[in-house]
């Protein structure tokens, strides 16, 4: 990791002092260029901030400060320093949206006292967002957070949308109305989950979200006025000196500039590992909803040594890194007596594992809490490990608040400590940057994944959760489904999938994640190897991600360079939709190969879903695609170097 410059240190060492709560206090803070700005002042004790990003304002008086058991620093509190530091540096991560990272941000830190006590507060402003956390008191042996006064009170009554869980997104709806929004969910009664994303006025859009989630519970956006939010989160203890998590505001003109931010990963510790040549990204084989399925040579697949074979050997001959095999392979995944320790059973790990050696495929197995406590979380990852294993999918972790960040934490590093790659499922905590310190955690099924919760997800899905969910980090959506007409048949998957074949295979390119998990049979991907061609040929790790175009709700054009070759994916809602996509990123004066995967004329998520073609141009930099997607489609183009 390299830094072109770290800290340049205090520009201002004590700028205000102030002794009594009642004084009047302000401060302005500015981002580096200028755009953004925060006024924070001391209303009469209460600490309030106001937002403008350019012209437009965002948050008004929205209040600070926390309450504790030592002190309510939300009232009454007197605020006695400000302090000024700037960076600007850049780092590589290990992957990630962006090979490259740039970090510029002006920091200010305040203290409020009150009763001999003080709470720190760190503001941080970028280009593209600002994030504030508090500093527990120092010195305390212990601290219990009660609640949080801090609320984001928007200027207007905005257009909204939310994460809902393994469910369709909140919104659109005006901010006054989302908590209120029915049968989507549990929402009304716990909050509402992040991000929260933001539609201010045609050119300026911000999302809410929480960044670095390592040591107290989460919090949840709810009610605090009409259109105001508050934070709420369970009780949490930590020692003096801990920071909390960053409530963060990323802030663009479009809602694809959200998407492209890496402010979320900034805002998180550096990197944890001193190796991590083991971490490796790619496209995932996944057995579970392949079960019963029946290829054309009269195979059936089921959750059996045989047929993790046959899975190893699509992999193998098609650039595809890992197989995932799911619950039950050590005995029912909820009972007592299933060993995650032993290989015995309808699946003999050990042959599995030396096959897949053999064919340079990875082999990441499935536990949850049931196994992981019952036989020893560490002793099972050590034998993952020794097995030859590369990951884990961790499903159905039990607690909630402090106690399950804390065990989140536990199996990171534990993974690591046994190089091990990591993918929550079930209802984990939130994505909030944490792969910057522990790049091992490849993705997190922060989203409702297709035929997951015994439901499908139809088109607005796809063209909203990657403007919302995505916002946080790495998703598993289980993309890239083939056989759409008869897939409803088989065991494991509940309902009908909507979609086409163009779609799905955009979909691969649209949704960032550490794992792109494939969930059809090899034999569906065989039948379309033309279009399959698309997937085969991705990269392990792509070099950038860019939003070409997008409404949220409505369509999305991602662009993901690889090297010197480019991997396109467009997607609309139910309607059919025409596209312009200009090439205008490729380098000027060189003439490449592009190839479209495209929905047939009468191409249709519900009665058509499995017609499509491939046709070959040749383009530049000047070239304007015309993207034609059906309804509920999409479009997809591979181009490299003529």
């Known amino acids: 990791m390299k830094k072109a410059s770290l800290y340049a240190g205090y520009l201002c060492a004590v700028l205000f002092c102030f002794c009594a709560c009642s004084s009047p206090f302000s401060t302005e803070m500015v981002s580096p260029d200028g755009n ?15 937002c403008l ?4 304002t965002l948050f008004i008086n929205s209040r600070l400060g926390l309450v504790t058991d030592l002190a309510d620093f939300s009232d009454s509190v007197n605020i006695n320093s400000v302090r000024e530091l700037q960076a600007s540096y850049s780092w590589q991560p290990v992957w990630g949206k962006n090979k490259i990272v740039r970090d510029e941000h002006r920091e200010y830190r305040f203290d409020f006292e009150k009763n001999g006590k003080k709470l720190g507060l760190v503001m941080r402003l970028y280009n593209d967002g600002f994030a504030f956390r508090y500093i527990l008191p ?9 609640s949080e006064a801090s609320t984001f009170n928007m200027s207007d009554d905005f257009t909204c949308w939310a994460a809902n869980g393994e469910r369709h997104n909140l919104g659109p709806v005006p901010a006054s109305k989302i908590l ?13 989950h992040l991000p929260l994303v933001a539609k201010a006025n045609a050119n300026r859009y911000f999302a809410i979200h929480e960044a670095g989630i390592f040591d107290l519970a989460p919090f949840k956006l709810v009610s605090a006025g009409e259109k105001s939010f508050g934070l709420s989160s369970a009780p949490s203890k930590a020692t003096g000196g801990t920071p909390t ?11 694809g500039d959200l998407v492209e931010s890496d402010l979320v990963m900034n805002l998180n510790p550096e990197l944890k590992l001193t190796k991590t040549s083991w971490i490796k990204p790619g496209k995932v084989l996944w057995d579970w909803r392949v079960m019963d399925y029946q290829a054309p040579d009269g195979f059936v697949y089921a959750q059996n040594t045989a047929s993790h074979k046959r899975f190893i050997d699509f992999a193998s001959k098609n650039n595809v890194q890992h197989l995932i095999i799911d619950a039950n392979w050590y005995g029912p995944e909820f009972a007592k007596e299933s060993d995650p320790t032993s290989s015995e059973g309808a699946v003999n790990i050990e042959e599995v594992m030396a ?10 197995l499935y536990l949850n809490d049931v196994g992981a406590k019952r036989f020893g979380l560490e002793r099972v990852l050590k034998q993952f490990h020794d097995w030859g294993g590369v990951g884990v999918k961790y499903g159905f972790m039990k607690g909630k608040g402090q106690d399950k960040v804390e065990h989140t934490r536990k199996v990171i590093e534990l993974c690591a400590k046994n190089e091990l790659m990591v993918d929550f499922h079930d209802g984990p905590v939130p994505p909030s940057g944490d792969r910057r310190a522990f790049p091992n955690v490849m993705a997190r099924e922060y989203c409702h994944a297709q035929a997951d919760a015994k439901r499908s997800y139809y088109p607005e899905t796809a063209v909203t959760a990657p403007f919302v969910n995505m916002i946080a980090g790495p998703l598993d959506m289980t993309n890239g489904w083939y056989g759409l007409n008869e897939a409803h048949s088989r065991q494991k998957v509940f309902q009908v999938l909507p979609g086409t074949v163009a779609a799905e295979t ?10 792109t998990v494939l969930p059809d049979a090899p034999e569906e991907y065989e039948k379309k190897a033309d279009i399959f061609e698309f997937i085969r040929e991705q990269p392990v790790n792509f070099d950038g991600l860019r939003v070409l175009n997008g409404e949220i709700g409505e369509y999305i054009t991602v662009a993901r360079p690889a090297g010197d070759a480019w991997f396109l994916g467009s997607l609309t809602n139910r309607d059919s939709r025409s596209l312009d996509i200009s090439l205008d990123f490729l380098e000027n004066g060189k003439k490449y190969r592009a190839t479209l995967y495209e929905d047939t004329p009468d191409s249709h998520y519900e009665n058509n879903k499995e017609s499509y073609k491939i046709r070959e141009i040749t383009v530049d930099n000047k070239t304007v695609l015309k993207a034609k997607m059906a309804p509920g489609g999409g479009h997809a183009v591979w181009i490299r170097p003529a």
Request: charged content about 30%.
């Open 36 to 50: 953004l700005k925060v006024l924070f002042r001391n209303d009469g004790g209460k600490p309030v901030f106001t």
């Open 53 to 56: 990003a350019g012209k437009d």
């Open 138 to 146: 120092e010195g305390a042996k212990e601290v219990k957070i009660l």
């Open 180 to 192: 209120s929004v029915k049968g989507k969910g549990n929402h009304k009664k716990k909050g509402i």
């Open 245 to 255: 998590s960053w409530r963060t505001v990323l802030v663009g003109e479009k809602p």
């Open 355 to 364: 096959y897949a050696k053999a064919k340079n495929v990875g082999i990441i």
């Open 506 to 515: 955009a979909k691969t390119a649209v949704v960032f994640s550490g794992w």
